[in-house]
């Protein structure tokens, strides 16, 4: 069973940065596409940011020019930097395996909290 484990948010003020890492055990981690995830309170899930195998971005039109993920495929790992912080940021970040239509391919892991708040 695949694991994602993230790591890295915090409590962060309005403008700030923060940078997300998921670590993961996936055997053919440099052939999937990866993705982060966020849920706020109240709200359904939503896919922020995805890169392809090949290193192809693509972003949610709320976070694009103020977050940049990128990947360590000798790590296994994915990493969300996050910048220019709003209080809408805020919610519980988690990676995935994103497919074709964005939901994810594996069980969620535990996600780390992210707040911006002054």
């Known amino acids: 069973q695949v694991r994602l484990v993230e790591s890295g948010g915090g409590l962060v003020q309005p403008g700030g940065s923060l940078r997300l890492s998921c670590a993961t055990s996936?055997?053919?981690?440099?052939?999937?596409?990866m993705a982060w995830y966020r849920q706020a309170p109240g709200k359904q899930r939503e896919l922020v940011a995805r890169?392809?195998?090949?290193?192809?971005?693509r972003y949610a039109d709320s976070v694009k020019g103020r977050f940049t993920i990128s990947r360590d495929n000798a790590k296994r790992a994915v990493y969300l930097q996050m910048n220019s912080l709003k209080p809408e940021d805020t919610a519980v970040y988690y990676c995935?395996?994103?497919?074709?239509?964005?939901?994810?391919?594996?069980?969620w892991g535990l996600g780390t909290q992210v707040t911006v708040s002054s």
């Open positions: 890169m392809s195998p090949t290193g192809i971005t």
């Open positions: 996936i055997s053919g981690f440099r052939t999937v596409a």
């Open positions: 995935n395996v994103p497919t074709v239509t964005g939901a994810p391919a594996e069980n």
